[in-house]
């Protein structure tokens, strides 16, 4: 069965600082996908990265950074210079390629890091 | 870009009184998904549908129903109300393709009392 943990359940910052959102997954498959959403204080859910298991490339995007290590089964997130606006509850989701045939990719969550950031 | 859509987005109802709720996924996606997010906890996987066939089913109450319709948008039945009903219920839509990425509607918020 899949498994996401969040240690963090909530993390308190002052703007500027760079803060890590820590992501552990246990999984039996070996293709496996993991994602970021963000969940602001408005309640919508944003999709911010998806990764596969082939690709173990960290990822760049603006403030935002990556670092998915297969050998301890973590997919970190990283804010870099923090602001106000990123305050929000960050899920990291995991999606196994179980069952053959259809789209059976369902999301397994982790239990959300709610991040506030502090002028 | 087209987002999802979900219809309405709040909703209050009384306890044993049914409710349904309408997602439109996005223009070209297949495939639709239900989560249960009650307050304070993660999105629960409730069903979800391929094709218009029901692809996956999670831990959803057998007062739930759900389906897809030949123009892919989804409604989701609930029937007789329970206080522990009241949630955050968002529809995520994607592509069939491998795993595809599941964007999120802007969610139900039923309320039971």
């Known amino acids: 069965a899949q498994k996401v943990t969040q240690a963090q359940t909530e993390i308190s910052v002052v703007e500027k600082e760079d803060v890590t959102l820590d992501c552990v997954y246990e999984t039996r498959d070996t293709t496996y996908y993991l994602f970021w959403y963000k969940q602001p204080p408005s309640g919508e859910l944003v999709f911010l990265i998806r990764r596969n298991s082939f690709d173990e490339q960290n990822e760049i995007s603006g403030r935002y950074s990556w670092n998915f290590q297969k050998s301890t089964s973590s997919f970190n997130f990283t804010i870099t210079a923090s602001q106000v606006v990123d305050s929000a509850v960050y899920f990291c989701?995991?999606?196994?390629?179980?069952?053959?045939?259809?789209?059976?990719?369902?999301?397994?969550f982790g239990k959300g890091t709610l991040l506030t950031v502090n002028p | 870009a087209a987002g999802v859509i979900q219809s309405p987005r709040h909703l209050i109802k009384e306890k044993r009184e049914t409710a349904t709720l309408k997602c439109y996924p996005i223009?070209?996606?297949?495939?639709v998904y239900w989560y249960q997010q009650g307050p304070g906890q993660d999105p629960q996987f409730l069903i979800s549908f391929y094709e218009k066939m029901q692809s996956d089913k999670g831990s959803i109450p057998d007062r739930f129903s759900a389906q897809q319709f030949s123009d892919y948008h989804s409604e989701l039945n609930m029937s007789s109300l329970e206080l522990g009903d009241s949630a955050l219920y968002f529809c995520?839509?994607?592509?069939?393709?491998?795993?595809?990425?599941?964007?999120f509607g802007p969610g139900t918020r039923l309320t039971v009392l």
């Open positions: 989701a995991l999606s196994e390629a179980e069952n053959s045939g259809g789209s059976n990719y369902k999301l397994t």
């Open positions: 995520a839509s994607s592509t069939g393709l491998f795993a595809d990425t599941q964007y």
């Open positions: 223009p070209r996606h297949d495939t």
